[in-house]
């Protein structure tokens, strides 16, 4: 037993942290970009903004604080300026680690200042972020080992992926419970006739989703899924569990307004956690065999 747990926590990882890497810094850049451009960042964070720097003082706390040390406003575009040139630093794997810290430091501060920002992919995000700060490194698509020629780990340990994985399932888990104790009764689809006529479903005109047995499986399907991940996920359903929470993910972005976009973006990151460096190669065979069982047509 004591062989398997220290296997389980310190064991090798094949973790694909350069994913987990580009994601965290293409959804901060993409932040910063649309509020910077819509003036949203000004709005949320300036001295003049939603909440003003004379009443914040008394109400905002560290790390927040960060954003009200200075009266000056032109201070806040400074922090913006150096939380783009430190999650870009990320991105490219730019001494990586300590972009990761800054990148994950500032973005904390930020939405604290005002925590009207706060919304789904905040939360994976913090936590993706905090992670990236002790993952292996560096990692083998980096600036860090291509460029400064930083040598790859000899054998990188998966507990960092562990915290990761672990705030995953307790993510999912608790969504499904919030479920339950809401409006999402099991035995009917109700609540999911309702969301296809909300104003934020795209195709509240297509009439066959809101058929009793789409809006069953939407319902009970939904429900089964997600409560089940945190369990079934360290079986061998590993992968087919993790493709088909992926697949869930980017029909909500199909199927709903752009405001749950963000959130479901850093969602399927967060599942990258699981993946292993071979599973690409797993679903590579897994196409190529079925395409070979595919009886072809006579011409």
Same mark, same amino acid.
């Given at each position: ?199 934020? +479903?795209? &195709?509240?005109?297509?009439?066959? @989703? !809101?058929? $009793?047995? %789409?809006? /069953?499986?939407? #319902? ?8 089940? +991940?945190? &369990?079934?996920?360290?079986?061998? @359903? !590993?992968? $087919?569990? %993790?493709? /088909?929470?992926? #697949? ?52």
């Amino acid at each position: 037993m004591q062989r398997r747990v220290n296997e389980f926590f310190f064991g090798p990882d094949k973790t694909p942290w350069t994913l987990i890497r580009l994601g965290c810094a293409f959804l901060v850049l993409a932040t910063l970009l649309l509020m910077g451009i819509s003036g949203n960042y000004e709005r949320l964070y300036g001295h003049y903004g939603m909440l003003p720097r004379r009443v914040a003082v008394d109400t905002v706390y560290w790390p927040g604080f960060l954003f009200l040390i200075k009266s000056d406003p032109a201070w806040i575009w400074r922090i913006y300026w150096v939380m783009v040139a430190a999650a870009f630093c990320l991105a490219i794997g730019l001494w990586t680690r300590v972009a990761a810290a800054l990148t994950f430091f500032l973005y904390v501060a930020m939405v604290q200042r005002n925590l009207v920002s706060f919304n789904g992919e905040t939360g994976i995000l913090a936590f993706a972020l905090f992670t990236l700060i002790f993952a292996p490194w560096p990692q083998r698509f980096s600036v860090d080992h291509l460029v400064l020629k930083k040598p790859l780990p000899h054998r990188p340990e998966i507990w960092a992926a562990r915290f990761l994985q672990f705030n995953v399932c307790m993510m999912y888990l608790f969504t499904t419970l919030g479920k339950f104790a809401g409006q999402w009764d099991l035995g009917t689809g109700e609540i999911w006739y309702h969301i296809t006529l909300s104003d934020w +479903f795209r &195709f509240s005109n297509v009439e066959w @989703l !809101r058929n $009793p047995w %789409v809006c /069953l499986i939407a #319902v009970h399907g939904s429900l089964l899924v997600e409560g089940a +991940f945190a &369990f079934l996920v360290w079986t061998g @359903l !590993r992968l $087919p569990l %993790v493709l /088909l929470l992926m #697949v869930l993910h980017a029909s909500i972005i199909v199927l709903f307004d752009n405001a749950l976009t963000f959130f479901n973006i850093a969602a399927m990151i967060a599942l990258c956690g699981f993946l292993e460096t071979g599973d690409l190669d797993r679903i590579r065979r897994f196409f190529r065999k079925a395409g070979r069982q595919i009886p072809l047509q006579p011409s």
